[in-house]
């Protein structure tokens, strides 16, 4: 099969945590052959080992903007999966995206990553919200603050699709647990871990007991992240399936299967920590100003950030795991 019949990808943020996650499934996919997937990395040395797979590695950062909008304008789909906030980057997508278009005039699809504290609140961990969102019902999801996180660049690609040169879909990861596993961590390609509970982990370490800010009893939603990379993949099936998929303000997409409150997750780091007779009690304590600002500083930890991936399941998304006592603790060996 030549290049020009194959299905062409733009993808960032493959060695990252959820990046590697969804590209190991695409290097999984019975159609791979078929697929043409270029990636934008930042180590020469990881470009290498991904070209070994099949994967045209190109070296650039997210400061490449002209690179950007060159290699989003070769592609049918873009996958997003770096940094939820840097609007330039977007923004170059974006008119490599309206290039394609205006050649071609087949509106490219964008898969963009954000992340679900685009819904925290001020909780500081003293409260449990009862607001859930939900990503079916877009009319609740646009009472946002302009001034919610990642809210300016989510606006930024839903307006390109109200224009009609894309058709957008974001996802939005709530807290993700586990290890990731595969081909890519296995070549040292992708980083197996989340950002969230290893940052809690270290904290706990530190000080000898687990802890939350606050009394801890702000909630999350959470999902594994085994079934986060299938939610990627399952809405890629449903995009090139069912033309009425929704896109645009009706294609957000939580990656959610349940909740915990913080309190929860600091016990069952506490109590790993006593297994391993690194604590004497596994009851979580409140984390000091100085503890959060060296170890929790942009987790959102003190906050509520409930959801239900109501919409998500409509195409097929089918999330099983539920993490023990309510912990996405890893185990902190």
Known sequence: MSS????????????????????????????????????????????EKLKTLGINAVVGSHSDLQLIEKLASEAEFIFAMANADHMTAAQAILRGMKNRFETTGIAPKFINTSETSVLIDAAAGQYATDVIYD?????????????????????????????GYAKTYIILPSMVYGIAQGKLVDTGIQNPY??????????????????????????WANAHIEE????????????????????????????????????????????????LGKAKSAEPT????????????????????????????????????????????SNPK
């Open 286 to 329: 409140t984390f000091t100003k100085e503890e959060i600002d060296k170890y929790l500083r942009g987790c959102y930890l003190d906050s509520n950030s409930r959801c239900k991936a109501n919409r998500s399941r409509s195409i097929g998304w089918n999330p099983v795991k539920t993490p023990a006592t309510c912990s996405p603790a």
């Open 4 to 47: 020009t019949s194959k299905t062409s990808f733009f993808m960032t943020g493959v060695t990252g945590y959820i990046g590697g996650a969804v590209l190991v499934r695409f290097l999984r996919h019975p159609e791979f052959k078929s697929f043409s997937i270029t990636a934008l990395v930042r180590s020469s040395k990881k470009a």
């Open 135 to 163: 990503d079916a019902d877009p009319e609740q999801i646009e009472t946002l603050a302009p001034t919610q996180p990642h809210r300016d660049v989510d606006s930024e690609i839903l307006n390109a699709d109200k224009q």
């Open 228 to 275: 986060l990379g299938d939610l990627y993949l399952a809405l890629y099936k449903s995009i090139v399936t069912n033309p009425a998929t929704g896109h645009g303000r009706e294609g957000i997409y939580f990656g959610e299967n349940g909740e915990c409150n913080l309190y929860d997750v600091g016990k069952a780091i506490g109590q790993a920590l006593v297994d």
């Open 194 to 219: 989340s950002i969230q509970i290893p940052a809690l982990i270290r904290a706990s370490l530190d000080r000898g007991n687990g802890g939350m800010i606050g009394q801890g009893k702000n909630i």
